[in-house]
């Protein structure tokens, strides 16, 4: 299988210490690779990255087009890599804050990378909403309203749909399950699973919480001083981790 | 009376004994040279890339913000002595912001100034474009509180740079789609934004929408000056400018049931003014000179008809 995007030697440190180092790193389209590790360890700094929020110090990023292409994002054009983040790319952040606008209604929302890519069609727009807040299992009657008025899990699912409605290859998450209560996460979970299955896109996930990476995640990467210390299929690394720390993080989940 | 200056016309600069300089305390026009040869400057860029906003370094001028220091500037920078001059604001000859830079002009480059646009070669303007269809031998001047339209939408200035330089326009259109959604139309009713050169998003300066077909392949050079944000474009002769709107909600002007009062005009800006103290109103042009210029040349009866239709 080739790889949708493929990091090789990715290194960006901060005062020399913080951040991460010589990391080779595949994501290939239909599958959920999560990223595990504490705080600190370089997760975050690994997805800005992946996602071109961040210049590497070193190492090289590719990434494989629809046309079977492959381009050294490093020399892509501003425009290019511009143009990648609005349509074939998403990102959706771990503070719903973060990625919505806040003074808009959850139909401009969705609308918003419509628009920038050039729809111009009032009445199309709005039907393309409504469908995808109904595929996130949003209340559709509830498309003029504004997303505070939405509670976090609703925020959240409405960042998803903003964020799949150009129908991207690639999707970044960054901790999308945090601060969200147990409940409202497995729905969020649960909602997840079935349109990744669904659509069939590559999605990273950042995450410290084990039981999300065993539930969406087919690939697990661990993560520990700047360095991915442990990769493997999800069942195989969670089942019979290698490394002392991955050992640590296994049994440090609480059983319910 | 001196006649407008004509392009094919030799212009001869003012010397230090021309009769201009008599004002000896100041410069004529008020900038000095060196502070004319940057605007200029910063002119020639804007109107080779349309729509773009240049940074130029304002000078403090002897009004406040927001009253047309930019305009002033620009004005400034371009006149000379055989230039005839028209200043308006919100389309009126006889609004104060207009009276005084009209006036401020007057002692500091001793041109003719006039009311007819017909006869201006130099047009400053707050609010609104002349009613009177423009020429190519004249430029108009607009006053801009705002250059950006995106900078209610992103405060961040280094983003919206990227945005311009990429056309990476989603965000205004996430304004207008919000508007159709909570108003069921776009609620912008002047600096309507506009596409310029099919290319940059610029702000009309808050004309009313009423005025942006104007905007759309007016012979006239346009010419936009902000002094407190330090930023010119222009709007080249002959240049399109497509207002944003969607397919399906496409761009309109405000339509009046009434006409002008005083002229008749059925096809102009109008202001509704309170004309005594039992709130009776009137619909009036708010361009004078158009509503006076219609009242000079038609019979009175005419000018009934057109007002009762």
């Known amino acids: 299988m080739t790889a949708l995007l493929s990091g090789r030697g990715l290194t960006r440190m901060f005062d020399g210490k913080n951040g991460c180092a010589q990391i080779d790193i595949d994501l290939h389209p239909g599958e959920v690779t999560c990223i595990v590790g504490e705080s600190g360890s370089g997760k975050t700094t690994l997805l800005n990255l992946l996602s071109l929020q961040l210049r590497p110090d070193a190492g090289s990023l590719y990434y494989r087009t629809d046309d079977g292409a492959r381009i050294d994002l ?83 699912r409405l960042q998803i749909a903003r964020n799949l409605v150009t129908g991207p290859r690639l999707l970044f998450m960054d901790e999308p399950t945090a601060g969200l209560d147990v409940s409202v996460q497995a729905r969020l979970l649960d909602l997840l699973r079935t349109l990744t299955s669904q659509l069939g896109i590559a999605i990273l996930i950042v995450t410290h919480d084990i039981g999300v990476a065993r539930l969406l995640a087919h690939r697990l990467l661990v993560m520990r001083r700047g360095r991915i210390i442990e990769t493997g299929l999800t069942d195989q690394v969670l089942d019979d981790p290698q490394q002392p720390y991955t050992q640590m993080l296994v049994s440090s989940v609480l059983p319910v | 009376m001196k006649s407008p200056c004509q392009w094919n016309e030799t212009v001869t600069l003012p010397s230090k004994n021309d009769a201009v300089f008599r004002n000896g305390d100041y410069n004529f026009a008020y900038l000095d040279e060196q502070t004319k040869r940057m605007i200029r400057r910063a002119l020639l860029k804007a109107v080779a890339i349309p729509g773009y906003q240049v940074p130029f370094a304002a000078r403090e001028m002897p009004l406040p913000y927001g009253w047309g220091t930019g ?58 474009i002349p009613e009177t269809p423009l020429r190519a031998d004249q430029i108009l001047i607009y006053q801009v509180p705002l250059p950006d339209p995106v900078s209610r939408l992103e405060p961040r200035g280094t983003e919206r740079a990227n945005m311009h330089a990429f056309g990476d326009y989603g965000l205004i259109n996430v304004k207008l789609y919000e508007d159709i959604a909570q108003h069921g139309s776009v609620a912008m009713a002047f600096d309507y934004p506009v596409i310029v050169n099919g290319r940059y998003l610029a702000s009309p300066s808050p004309i009313p929408k009423f005025d942006n077909p104007k905007l759309h392949m007016n012979p006239a050079l346009q010419l936009f000056g902000a002094g407190r944000e330090r930023r010119i474009y222009a709007i080249p002769p002959f240049t399109s400018v497509r207002s944003l709107d969607f397919d399906d909600h496409p761009f309109t002007i405000q339509p009046w049931d009434e006409s002008c009062a005083l002229c008749g005009a059925p096809d102009s800006f109008l202001e509704e003014m309170t004309v005594d103290d039992r709130g009776n109103r009137q619909h009036i042009c708010s361009d004078s000179d158009y509503c006076a210029q219609r009242r000079a040349t038609q019979p009175a009866h005419v000018r009934h008809q057109e007002a009762m239709p």
């Open chain 1, 74 to 156: 490093g020399l892509a054009s501003e425009i290019d890599r511009r143009r990648l983040m609005r349509t074939e790319w998403g990102f959706v952040r771990q503070n719903p804050r973060d990625g919505l606008l806040r003074d808009v209604s959850a139909g401009a929302n969705i609308s918003e990378r419509l628009m920038a890519n050039g729809a111009r069609h009032y009445g199309a727009l709005r039907d393309t909403a409504i469908d995808w807040m109904r595929k996130v299992e949003l209340d559709h009657g509830r498309v003029d309203d504004l997303p505070r008025d939405f509670s976090g899990g609703m925020q959240q």
């Open chain 2, 71 to 128: 305009g002033i500037q620009l004005t400034a920078a371009l006149i000379g002595p055989r230039d005839v001059l028209k200043v308006i604001d919100q389309g009126a000859d006889d609004t104060t912001n207009a009276v005084n830079i009209r006036s401020f002009f007057e002692r500091m480059t001793d041109v003719a100034t006039t009311t007819l646009v017909q006869e201006a070669t130099l047009i400053q303007t707050r609010h609104r």
